[in-house]
Nanobody, 119 residues
Framework: QVSLVESGGGLVQPGGSLRLSCAAS????????MGWYRQVPGKERELVAR???????TYADSVKGRFTISRDNAKNTVSLLMNSLKPEDTAVYFC?????????????WGRGTQVSVSS
């Protein structure tokens, strides 16, 4: 499996920007898809953005045009640039990585980083 640690969260005003970063360690050679999820207390964790090893990206409709996900060639870092932030973006953001070894698929999660959007 893979160990993930997020950074870059914090408090920002509406319309502002933040960049989240996630560093991966462990079996990084087996990482396929990486992504970001977010969760508000009492609600389900939801996909924000993900990116495949080939660079194909997927975004939630609510963040399209505002957020950009990227990763390096070594698959050891994934970033999320968040622009034009809204109060409804407030959540704990979790880094996710899927590894594939033989027929086994495993999911790894970071501990999460708080993003708060408020005036």
């Amino acid at each position: 499996q893979v160990s993930l640690v997020e950074s870059g969260g914090g408090l920002v005003q509406p319309g502002g920007s933040l960049r989240l970063s996630c560093a991966a360690s462990g079996n990084i050679f087996s990482i396929t898809t990486m992504g970001w999820y977010r969760q508000v207390p009492g609600k389900e964790r939801e996909l924000v953005a993900r990116i495949t090893e080939a660079g194909t990206t997927t975004y939630a409709d609510s963040v399209k045009g505002r957020f950009t996900i990227s990763r390096d060639n070594a698959k050891n870092t994934v970033s999320l640039l968040m622009n034009s932030l809204k109060p409804e973006d407030t959540a704990v953001y979790f880094c996710h990585a899927r590894t594939a070894q033989a027929l086994a698929l495993r999911d790894s999660w970071g501990r999460g980083t708080q993003v708060s959007v408020s005036s």
